[in-house]
């Protein structure tokens, strides 16, 4: 785990040195390779590609609506005239009026290297379907003027319970003992909490996250990173507040890795309160479930303004500022007991402006599901990419 911005983009850095070894395994490999098919994180492959004459294609971690906000927003002159890091702007050229803070200055360089690879890329792999974002899509087709494949939701690949289950790690609860608590609860009557895996959240944030769900009096089920000074912190606090004793039988905490998959796909789950990953974000939205967003940094801020400005599938808990490694404690508590309260309330209760969220969270449930059967558009998108790579010219033959 790395602690603070620093470090992080020193690590990024430091990844290009793998740049020589990686060109020389793949010109010992036979048969040769067709294409490269990169984390966008890794924007010098896109040289290593260009020397062995085939085709770079850049898998993002993001959403088309972020990548095309990114893009607008490096494209255009806007931030130029924003001072402060809070000062709101409306970014240019979507199908929405969007209003995001600038982009901050410390990832600016990565940024433009990352974008600059992107465009000279063969395409783009993204895990989403077309249905989710089809304005986005269509427009980040066109402004970046580069193949998009949408092959998504790929957590709907495990069919099955088992695989579920294990998706990611093994978990770190009984599934038995978990899905039978479940069985026990109404449909759509449990909030499940899970801040990610890299939660950087300080002690006394998460206090007041465990003082919310409490007060909720809804069932809930709270995921907990392990193996962290915050996760110790937070376990001496559970034991000396007898926490799980306080809610036995409402709520369910889980210290580690949580099979989210299978819990988001059970019908007890009524709500999903989520730090806005795009992993996360797309495993609620394929599962059904209306979003609670609490986004932490980067491009979970945008996240949170497809789920709830765009999809209208979620609720705001109220972070406006990003939560930079290294940056935690001088950040202090930026939710109280009473927002998490608040936002539960308002997701779950029902009637009115709950009850249509929820139905349109079911409706792109069933998308998301039709979107990877054997004849739609994320099942025929893998088809295609495959037919377009073995198309392409090798070796020599080939220049991008």
């Not at 085939?54 to 806007?78: A, D, Q």
């Not at 795009?278 to 967003?293: D, F, R």
């Not at 808990?317 to 927002?339: A, M, R, T, Y």
């Not at 998308?367 to 990419?385: P, V, W, Y």
Request: some cysteine.
């Amino acid at each position: 785990m790395l602690h603070s911005t620093d470090l992080v983009s020193n690590f990024f850095k430091s990844l290009r040195l793998l740049q020589l070894p990686l060109e020389n395994l793949l010109k010992e490999l036979t048969p040769k390779p067709s294409c490269i098919v990169s984390d966008t994180c890794y924007p010098w492959t896109v040289d290593t590609a260009a020397r062995l004459n085939i085709p770079r294609i850049s898998f993002h971690g993001f959403s088309c609506f972020c990548l095309l906000c990114l893009y607008n927003l490096h494209t255009s002159t806007v931030q130029e005239n924003v001072t402060s890091n809070s000062d709101y702007l409306v970014v240019p050229g979507l199908p929405d009026q969007i209003e995001m803070t600038k982009v901050r200055e410390k990832w600016k360089d990565f940024g433009e290297m990352v974008l600059a690879a992107d465009m000279k890329s063969y395409g783009i792999i993204i895990n989403t379907f077309e249905e989710l974002e089809s304005e986005y899509v269509k427009e980040c087709t066109k402004t970046k003027g580069r193949k998009v494949w949408c092959l998504g939701p790929v957590s709907l690949c495990n069919k099955q319970d088992i695989d579920k289950a294990e998706r990611g790690k093994k978990a770190a609860v009984d599934i038995s003992e978990c899905l039978n608590w479940l069985d026990s609860w109404p449909p759509n009557s449990v909030v499940y909490v899970c801040l990610g895996s890299i939660c950087n959240l300080t002690s006394s944030q998460m206090i007041e996250l465990g003082l919310g769900l409490e007060a909720s009096k809804k069932p809930f089920i709270w995921v907990i990173r392990g193996g962290n000074n915050t996760s110790k912190e937070i376990q001496e606090w559970l034991l000396e507040e007898k926490f799980e004793e306080r809610v036995k039988g409402r709520g369910i905490l889980i210290l580690g890795w949580a099979p989210q998959v299978l819990i988001l796909s059970h019908p007890s789950i009524g709500g999903f309160l989520t730090h806005c990953s795009w992993n996360s974000s797309l495993e609620g939205i394929s599962a059904g479930v209306p979003l609670i967003t609490w986004p932490l940094y980067g491009d979970q801020f945008w996240n949170e303004k497809l789920i709830v400005q765009v999809l209208n599938i979620g609720v705001r808990i109220g972070v406006e500022v990003p939560l930079d490694f290294g940056e935690e404690e001088e950040i202090g508590v930026l939710v109280k007991k009473e927002d998490v309260v608040k936002a539960i309330n308002i997701l779950m209760d029902e009637g009115g402006e709950t009850d249509d969220r929820r139905k349109r969270a079911r409706e792109f449930q069933i998308m998301a599901k039709r979107a990877t059967e054997e004849t739609r558009s994320s099942s025929l998108m893998i088809k295609l990419l495959i037919q377009d790579i073995m198309q392409q010219p090798h070796g020599d033959d080939q220049h991008i």
